[in-house]
């Protein structure tokens, strides 16, 4: 008897299960009404228009982007854009009770594409969802101090768009905004948290160079192990420049020259002091089939194993992956 009890109460509890998760799975919801919907009344219970209504990325001149301590400045130059730093406001504020000057702004090269990416997510943005108007619940949706600021300035030097992004939406594919000049904050069916960086490093354009392997011509690799070069003849097949170290293995050929078309770099290094007087332990030269030639020299690692390099006359001073380099094929592709 006790034993079809302790049965019984165990095919009750397996019945419970369903009713648990059923308990559990309204209790989460309570709890998201309770965030998204605060008690006071919503302003809207469905946007209607756009966000930023008639907005073109292509008005866009200047683009700032802070947070807290961290800022970054871009600015259009025709169709490439360029980065710095930029010091946000509570640091200015911070350097001016130190009575400090604020540095001066020092540009780099910008990565085009991700700018494009970025400015692209208020192109046709919804207004989407209005969850508060009530200042006091700014930091619920880190829309406060802690928020990250965008403004995305035109030719008059008039802000197109302004706002404040905050935290992700419950979905982690919607994001709270607001607008820099009102406390209404909206929930937009768009990831924009990610979009913008308040770091100028973010913004920087990792491309060395990148290369078609049809429209290479000859590459070239210097190293301690030597030297050794490759053209294309005329067919399209590559033939090596010495062929004192053996006949050609095309397919290794084309292996190596698809690894040397396409350099990015993993980072930057601010100070070349140490390069100064350093000797390359990699040089890397290409030709493409217009004839324009661009070499990379490649210095030992540095203590976290990234590798310096530099393109001659270049003062940008590139980081490349250990992976990269351990890549590159430092003897020529000749066959058995």
Known sequence: MEGQRNIFSLHLMKNKRPLIYLAAVIVAALVVLAVERPETPRVNDVGEGTFSPGFDSEKVMRVEVSQLMDGAVLERQGKRWRVSEMTAPLRKQLLEKEGRE??????YRADSSRIAS??????????????????????LYQVDATGLSVRLIGADDKPIV??????????????????????????????????????????????IWVFEPKDLAAVKV?????????TRDASGSWQLTDTSGGTIDGAKAQKDAAILCAVRASGFQEDSEDLKLAKPQ????????????????????????????????????????????????LAAPVGG
Request: glycine share 10%; net charge negative.
């Open 102 to 107: 604020p540095p001066p702004a020092r540009w």
């Open 118 to 139: 970025a400015l692209g997510s208020f192109g046709g943005l919804g207004e989407g969802l209005a969850v508060s108007s009530n200042p006091q619940k700014s930091s």
């Open 162 to 207: 302004d706002v404040v992004i905050g935290k992700n939406g419950p979905d982690l594919a919607s994001s709270y905004i607001k607008r820099a000049s009102g406390d209404t904050v909206y929930l937009v069916r768009r990831p924009m948290t990610g979009a913008f960086s308040p770091s100028a490093q973010d913004w920087r354009d990792r491309k």
């Open 222 to 230: 210097e190293s301690a192990n030597g030297a050794w070069g490759m």
């Open 282 to 329: 990699i040089t890397i030269s290409i030709t493409d089939i217009n004839g324009k030639s661009i070499s990379l020299e490649i210095f030992p690692a540095a203590s976290d194993g990234s590798y310096p390099a530099r393109i001659p006359g270049d003062d940008e001073i590139y980081l490349l992956s250990k992976e990269f380099v351990e890549s590159i094929p």
